[in-house]
């Protein structure tokens, strides 16, 4: 099916996951992960649920950090966001949320596990799901690649509101 992969991207706090979240507040039909600050601290948000857990990793636990630049992610916090994506996608939900792929996806780790998932039954025609990614502008041209690698078709949109689901 063509079109039936979308990217929103945009440049740091242009409020990408800010009008995504607006945007499915009353919705039951989208299911996904937003990555969101709240206290200036960075966080996993889950939908429909609106279910939030922190993503940094506590610099103490020496195991369970993924450090990329001055950030310091927690490996069990995207183990969580993984596991709640493939029951995501077991349900197959009018609309499956990334937020975002980022440097980590780039390297398969973060939320790569999941997107794969999505990706490869996509691929196959075993996923009926929209799929948004989020992606920062100047990572768009990797999060292209990968789509290519699976032979997808994507289509750029600025916000869900472009899509019919």
């Known amino acids: 099916m063509p079109n039936d992969v979308y990217i929103i991207y945009g440049k740091i706090k242009t409020g990408k996951s800010t009008r995504l979240l607006e945007q499915t507040k009353n919705n039951e039909n989208a299911c996904g992960i937003l990555q969101i600050v709240k206290n200036e601290t960075r966080r996993f948000l889950k939908l429909p649920e609106k279910i ?14 993924i450090a990329l630049g001055d950030f310091a992610f927690s490996r069990k916090a995207f183990a969580k966001a ?4 493939h029951e995501c ?5 009018k609309l499956l949320l990334f937020d975002e792929y980022g440097k980590l996806e780039i390297n398969g780790e973060g939320l790569f596990p999941a ?5 490869q039954l ?3 025609g075993e996923l009926r799901s ?3 990614f989020v992606v920062r502008d100047y990572l768009f041209d990797e999060l292209v690649k990968t789509l290519r690698r699976f ?3 994507y289509r750029v949109i600025s916000d869900i509101t472009e899509i019919a689901y």
């Not at 939030?52 to 950090?65: L, S, T």
């Not at 993984?82 to 994506?85: P, R």
């Open 52 to 65: 939030e857990f922190e993503m940094n990793a506590d610099p103490r636990e020496k195991n369970d950090v």
């Open 82 to 85: 993984n596991a709640f994506l």
């Open 151 to 153: 032979n997808l078709d």
């Open 122 to 124: 996509k691929t196959k």
């Open 89 to 93: 996608i077991k349900k197959e939900p």
């Open 130 to 132: 929209e799929i948004v």
């Open 115 to 119: 997107m794969e998932e999505a990706l």
